[in-house]
């Protein structure tokens, strides 16, 4: 038997482990983990300082207001940018990316100042866009057989792009997507360092030699293709020239970066400042394997340290100030359009912040934001799969083992307590490291999957336990009792509950007589078959039936108020009881049993009676008592069926009469008692006459007048000569005669035996 239930919690633990596996695996849960997941992560985080190094310099309304220009920002004249980058260079920014396609030639003079301009800074990096179209493939006959797409880099006028130290495209998924990635490397263009990577590479210049050192230590032979350092400082434009062979190599050992990183904590370069470390570690960073990466955003657009374009080139010179050269010496300076709702509206992108602030990021501060996460060597990392998976597994495990073991209410503040210690830890790991642990599958799926496995065991588990008690009462108790044990042990457990209800109790006369000339086997036959009898016409009229001892039977009919047809059926039952003993006795080949029936109403305490280590299951009350008089009432009135007052109501299936009122031994209040006329015998018209004569006589008897009570009585014995009543009476008034009661006697007959 223990080995089901074990068994059972293995497959709900596995079950809800491997759930949380494959429903990180469907695509469904992966959009709901990026999309609902890490905004809540974001949420819960707020924004962040971004690095001071980087500045966005905004092309937006306010300075085609100050400047008297054009909404377009592709139709400013390019002598502005040529000033721009004066006033950059005057102020040592360290590396400047224009977020701006100059695919196309405007004023020659003006083309040629601001070429003029990015060769003498010698740190600009501009942008290129891709060209993206679907070609039809033809066979020979000229029929289309398939569609190819082809992506083309569209690059700045050659003018242009000569004198720029790079150019690199940033291509970014549109809405309605949210943006939490971007490429390092573009797959589909054939790996190409996009715009943060090349920007970084120039920013870093200093570094880049340290990191060539680094890497000819740890991985010499690859490094043959690679640029030689060991002369003298490498140029931004032979930095740049070797990103692709340096993603190769890396691509070819993807442990190489991790290698890097762990030689320099053992062994740190002598003599480097923070800084140049810090871009060494960025620059071994963008290797990391893979092609994309997720951003880690700052906050809502304008997190990045923004200046609009007009107030740079009216920065004063940098011989009257120091505080502007102290600004912008050493920044990575972008430049681009910043107002997603301005005039170029699709270059806006839906980010975990947009909600709160109404605004999308533009795609310069996009740039701007991998940038500064490859320079601080931060990103959004989600766990490795092999982490992953071990997570689910083991969570599902968890919430499983929480779900099964506990009750509901204890399983349910276990889980919410620990969804909520899980929920603070993701939020401290991804503040602190930008580690992105899943929140949808394990919080949304797993917890509640694992809470309701819980609960569908915990009722297979109550109903199987149930139907097994059911069996097992059921073998001693009726149905409706053994579901009223099942309902409400509690009050089982305290004593009982108490009803209303109706006892019929019956006995067989000559029992005594019939025991001693059988042996107990066929004694126990002609019981069976007897109790057979009684039991019917009980269950017939939904009675309950409590306790059989020796020849007798209780049976009981319950409700939480009192109710007239529970009155009607214990009489029905009664008559239908007689009845069947009669048949029962007809066919006997043994001393006939004629049963005696009493039937009481009143209040019962019904449940578990007894001490130590045996209880039985049965009513207490006066009622079962009185009941149980009343059937013994029967030897002395001659009759078979005896009812009280108060079970009594009036019904055309069946007749009574009242038989007076009697006080039982050892009782002192008084009981109202019926006769339940059988169907046969008198027809119903001398039934009503003898009734009606034998209720004189009653009367007659309660006021003393002796004569005329055995008057009535003796004219229903002409008529019924087996009437026990009247005998019973006349029998009474010849004792009064003898003996008067005392003068405030009501008529009721005190009885002196049980």
Known sequence: MLRR?????????????????????LPIFSAAEENLGLHALYALRGPQKPPAEVVVVAIDRESARSLNLPTAPHKWPRTLHARLLEQLKAQQAAVVCFDLIFYEQQDPDADRAFATAIREAGNVVLTQTIDRRTVSVKDLNGTPTTQVNIEKLVSA?????????????????????????????????????TLPVVTLHAFAEEAFGIFLKRLRRIHPEGCTVLPDSESGRLSIRQIIGSIAPLHVLFEKKPVLAS??????????????????????????????????????????????????????????????TTNARSFWRGKAVFVGQTESDWYKANDGFYTPFTEKSGLDISGVEIAATAFANLLENKAVYP????????????????????????SAPISATGLLLLNGIYLG???????????????????????????????????????????????????????????????????????????????????????????????????TQVMNAYYGAIFMPIKENAGIILQV?????????????????????????????????????SKADHLPLPTRIGIHAGEILLGNIGALDHFEYRPVGDIVNTASRLEGLNKYLGTRM???????????????????????????????????????????????????????????????????????????????????????YLHQCQEFRQAPPSSDWDGTVHLENK
């Open 5 to 25: 239930p074990i068994t059972l919690l293995f497959c709900i633990c596995m079950a809800t482990g491997l759930l949380g596996l494959v429903g990180s695996l």
């Open 157 to 193: 006028i050659p003018l242009l792009a000569d004198t720029a130290v790079a150019q690199a495209p940033f291509p970014l998924p549109k809405l309605p997507v949210l943006l939490n990635q971007y490429w390092r490397f573009r797959p589909g263009s054939g790996d190409i360092p």
């Open 259 to 320: 290698q890097m990183l762990d030689n320099l904590k053992v062994h740190p370069p002598p003599n480097i400042s923070a800084r140049t470390m810090g871009l060494v570690k960025a620059l071994i960073g963008v290797y990391r394997p893979g092609s994309s990466r997720y951003l880690n955003l700052y906050g809502p657009p304008g997190s990045i340290t923004t200046v609009s374009y007009h107030k740079v080139l009216d920065l004063p010179p940098a011989s009257m």
């Open 383 to 406: 766990l490795e799969p092999m982490s992953n998976h071990a997570l689910l597994l083991g969570w599902g495990i968890l919430c499983a083992l929480i779900g099964f073991h506990f």
């Open 425 to 523: 830890s993701s939020y401290l790991q991804f503040k602190a490291n930008g580690i992105w642990y899943p929140l949808v599958v394990p919080i949304l799926v797993q917890t509640p999957v694992a809470f309701m496995a819980g609960l569908i065991c915990k009722y297979v588990k109550a109903n199987t336990e149930r139907r097994n008690i059911r069996e097992a009462f059921g073998y001693y108790l009726p149905d409706d009792v053994v579901d009223r044990l099942a309902a409400n042990v509690k009050s089982l457990r305290t004593g009982g509950q108490v009803l209303y209800g109706i006892c019929l109790f019956t006995d067989a006369e000559s029992y005594t007589t019939l025991s001693e000339t059988m042996d107990p086997e066929r004694l």
């Open 549 to 585: 001892v020796g020849d007798s039977v209780l049976a009981i009919w319950t409700a939480p108020e009192p109710r007239n047809e529970l009155k009607v059926a214990a009489c029905r039952a009664a008559l239908q009881i007689t009845e069947s003993v009669r048949q029962f006795n």
């Open 642 to 728: 005896l009812i009280s007052e108060e079970a009594f109501f009036p019904d055309n299936s069946y007749s009574t009469r009242p038989v007076g009122q009697f006080v039982f031994k050892g009782k002192s209040r008084p009981v109202k008692v019926r006769a339940i006329l059988p169907g046969s015998g008198l027809s119903p018209q001398f039934r009503v006459s003898v009734d009606a004569v034998f209720a004189s006589g009653l009367q007659s008897f309660e006021r003393r007048r002796w004569d005329e009570a055995e008057k009535s009585f003796r004219s229903v014995l002409q008529t019924n000569g087996n009437d026990g009543p009247s005998l019973f």
